[in-house]
């Protein structure tokens, strides 16, 4: 890693998802079960900004954190683009037709869970190890 500080930012961002990810499970079933259009908002206002806001500062944070370290970032990468193709599957408004197709934006969801969560792990791994003393010149 490059950046400690930035690699900070990657973790916070990936657990905000993780945990978010839940949020957003409990407010879409409670919409279901008959909780009224603010479940529905708050699921809505949940991935739109918070989530798919952290998935763009996870990868950001990637690049200042691990720059040079290209697999990486581009892992990081990964996550927002699955969270941009989960937004893509929600169904229109205006036409809510495909709800098996549309059902994929759920499932996704579990991807998008366990992909910030091994980002988080692999952040706590790497904050773990101790920092190298900075080179001396002889």
Known sequence: ?????????????ASVIVVAVFLQAYFIASYAMGAGEGALDAHGFLGGLVIHGSELIVFLSALVAFWGMWRWILVNLGLFVLGTVQIFLLPPDED???????????????????????????????????????????
Do not use: E
């Open 96 to 138: 809510p037709g495909s709800p098996w197709v549309h059902g994929l934006h759920g499932l996704l969801a579990l991807f998008v869970l366990t992909y910030a969560a091994y980002i988080a792990w692999k952040d706590w791994r790497l904050l773990k190890t101790p920092a190298l003393p900075p080179a001396t010149a002889v």
């Open 1 to 13: 890693m490059r950046n400690r500080a930035a690699t900070w930012v990657n973790l916070f961002f």
